[in-house]
C-alpha cells in the first residue's frame, strides 16, 4: 500500500513508513508534529469498513495531548462512520486529549449538524481553524 504522507511503499495497515515516519493505513495517515498528532484522511469516505483506522493511528501514538483528524477533503461518512466519529472524541475523557475534528465539506458538516453532534464533537472548517483555537502556528 502507499503512504498517504509521502506516497512510498509500506507492506503493512498500521506500520510506520520508513521515508517520512508516518503512521499508515489504508484511508489515512498519522504524523507526528511537534505540537500535536495530525491524522489525515486520504480517501473522499469514511464508512464501515475504514472507520476504525483513526483509532488504530491514534492508539500507535497515545501520548499527544492534541489530535487533529483531519477530514477535509472526506466527502461522504456513513451512520457507522460518524459512529466512530462520537467514539473518538470519547477518548478526550478517559485519554485525557484534547481531539478536533476538521471538516470542510459542506453536505457532511450540515449531516453532523442535523444530528446534533455540533455539540458533541469539536468540528472546525479548516486545519489553520484549530491551530488558531490552540494558538500554535505549522
Ligand atoms: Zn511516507
Not at 483528524?69 to 484534547?98: C, H, P, T, W
Not at 449538524?113 to 483555537?133: C, I, M, R, T, Y
Amino acid at each position: 500500500m502507499e503512504c498517504g504522507g509521502c506516497g512510498a511503499r509500506v507492506k503493512n495497515n498500521g506500520e510506520e513508513c520508513s521515508s517520512c515516519g508516518c503512521y499508515v493505513t489504508t484511508s489515512f495517515f498519522g504524523r507526528r508534529l511537534d505540537k500535536y498528532y495530525w491524522v489525515k484522511a486520504v480517501m473522499d469516505t469514511v464508512d464501515y469498513l475504514n472507520r476504525q483506522e483513526p483509532a488504530i493511528l491514534l492508539n500507535l501514538h497515545k501520548k499527544s495531548k492534541r489530535v487533529l483528524i483531519d477530514l477535509s477533503g472526506v466527502k461522504f461518512i456513513d451512520s457507522m462512520g460518524i459512529g466512530e466519529l462520537v467514539a473518538l472524541s470519547d477518548r478526550q475523557g478517559y485519554m485525557n486529549q484534547d481531539i478536533r475534528f476538521v471538516v470542510d465539506n459542506e453536505s457532511v458538516y450540515r449531516s453532523l449538524e442535523s444530528l446534533g453532534l455540533l455539540h458533541v464533537l469539536d468540528v472546525h472548517k479548516s486545519v489553520e481553524e484549530v491551530l488558531g483555537v490552540w494558538d500554535i502556528g505549522k
